[in-house]
């Protein structure tokens, strides 16, 4: 399934315009708003996804979900139930760790008791309350779920501070010479609200080309 931006992309670029400068000339430089949603059917296939591709490189994450979820095919499909299912052997003969299986079967396991809210519980509950839900998941940190919030979700006002090139691209548009601490660039992010993850994206696409 598609997900869907949850606020107009064009209101949120003049918000950003109007209420920074900076902002504004970095706009001007990278061009319109286009960020690439992730398709996913559930959370928990959400998820999956990112415990899977931590620590390792594109290629080989991507061929290490491919057998996962060829896996969970053979028990039903992209499920909790079926994770749970596949033998531990199986899984690991797909490449997942002892650490990332584990992971992976607490997820399945926080799913099904309600920790992990369904797609369409997830509409009804804060950004906040997401966080302090899905970081209960093993192996699933802060960072996580902000990248789950804005590439999943499509929720308007995520702030990753502790998304390495948002410090370096925060750094850059205000010409610091020290690096920012993540409250000085929520601070500034103020300014930003309601539509921080619009501002997070131009400060990675602002990296772009970056050695």
Not at 69 to 74: C, D, K, P, R, V
Not at 113 to 140: F, H, K, M, N
Request: hydrophobic share 45%; net charge positive; glycine share 8%.
């Amino acid at each position: 399934m598609k997900p869907r931006l949850q606020f107009d992309p064009t209101e949120a670029v003049a918000h950003l315009r109007k209420g920074d400068p900076a902002m504004a000339a970095l706009i001007d430089r990278v061009g319109p708003f286009d960020l690439e949603m992730k398709p996913a059917d559930s959370i928990f296939e959400a998820l999956l996804r990112s415990i899977v591709y931590q620590q390792l490189h594109g290629k080989a994450a991507a061929t290490i979900l491919g057998r996962v979820l060829a896996l969970l095919e053979q028990h039903g499909g992209p499920t909790p139930e079926a994770l749970l299912k596949a033998p531990d052997t199986a899984l690991r003969g797909a490449g997942l760790s002892q650490a990332k299986m584990l992971a992976a079967h607490d997820l399945a396991e926080k799913c099904l008791a309600g920790v992990v809210p369904t797609l369409r519980e997830s509409r009804q509950i804060g950004d906040d309350e997401l966080v302090a839900r899905l970081t209960e998941v093993r192996g699933i940190g802060p960072w996580t779920v902000h990248m789950l919030l804005i590439f999943y979700l499509g929720r308007p006002d995520v702030m990753p501070t502790g998304d390495f090139a948002i410090r370096l691209g925060f750094k850059n548009l205000l010409r610091k010479r020290r690096d920012p601490k993540p409250e000085a660039i929520l601070k500034h992010a103020k300014r930003w609200q309601p539509y921080r993850s619009v501002a997070s994206w131009y400060l990675w696409r602002s990296l772009d080309g970056d050695d």
